[in-house]
T-cell receptor, first 109, second 115 residues
Framework: EDQVTQSPEALRLQEGESSSLNCSYTVSGLRGLFWYRQDPGKGPEFLFT???AGEEKEKERLKATLTKKESFLHITAPKPEDSATYLCAVQAPGNQFYFGTGTSLTVIP | GAVVSQHPSRVICKSGTSVKIECRSLDFQATTMFWYRQFPKQSLMLMAT?????????EQGVEKDKFLINHASLTLSTLTVTSAHPEDSSFYIC???????????FGAGTRLSVL
């Protein structure tokens, strides 16, 4: 069964304390893996898409990487404004998207 | 990035009334739009997938007669919650899948409160 699992569920970091969020998946024929940021009461905001193992994308303090079984979202020297829920989604053949349950990140000043 | 506009952002209605939510892709054409429901502190729950010009495909357990979806053009999809009841109160979010890119862009969501 196609599945997406994110860990940890919640993460509290001190400002400047780097860490990584994990997204593991069991999807056959991955068409793409997507990272989104969601603030409370808002819709998800697109961050990255990765298509093949070994691919990396960067944006400011965020870097996403992809292997054949998982993706990591690395956050370098986070700031309080990086606090949000980060969602991972994978696309299977046939336009099916599977979302993880998200990691709630809190960055403490 | 691409912009998806969703309106209204918040609606409060009486039990038994119908509510229409609009989802527009402003700067790209979307052959496919998705409608999600999100409960507090939970992830997105896919309700239905709509393709322009054809009937929506509903997920198991979602009542198609209660949640009417129309995808009349490549830039507009609507979700109508018919005869809303308090248990329909939730956060509804739409997304649009671009023709050129294989990326879902999301609207800002609609908070529905049924009294």
């Amino acid at each position: 069964e196609d599945q997406v699992t994110q860990s940890p569920e919640a993460l509290r970091l001190q400002e400047g304390e780097s860490s990584s969020l994990n997204c593991s998946y069991t999807v056959s024929g991955l068409r793409g893996l997507f990272w989104y940021r969601q603030d409370p009461g808002k819709g998800p905001e697109f961050l990255f898409t990765l298509y093949s193992a070994g691919e990396e994308k960067e944006k400011e303090r965020l870097k996403a990487t992809l292997t054949k079984k998982e993706s990591f979202l690395h956050i370098t020297a986070p700031k309080p404004e990086d606090s949000a829920t980060y969602l991972c989604a994978v696309q299977a053949p046939g336009n099916q998207f599977y979302f993880g349950t998200g990691t709630s990140l809190t960055v403490i000043p | 990035g691409a912009v998806v506009s969703q309106h209204p952002s918040r609606v409060i209605c009486k039990s038994g009334t119908s509510v229409k939510i609009e989802c527009r892709s402003l700067d790209f054409q979307a052959t496919t739009m998705f409608w999600y429901r999100q409960f507090p502190k939970q992830s997105l729950m896919l309700m239905a997938t709509s393709n322009e010009g054809s009937k929506a495909t509903y997920e198991q357990g979602v009542e198609k007669d209660k949640f009417l979806i129309n995808h009349a053009s490549l830039t507009l999809s609507t979700l109508t919650v018919t005869s809303a009841h308090p248990e329909d109160s939730s956060f509804y979010i739409c997304s649009a899948l671009g023709l050129a890119e294989n990326i879902q862009y999301f609207g800002a969501g609609t908070r529905l409160s049924v009294l």
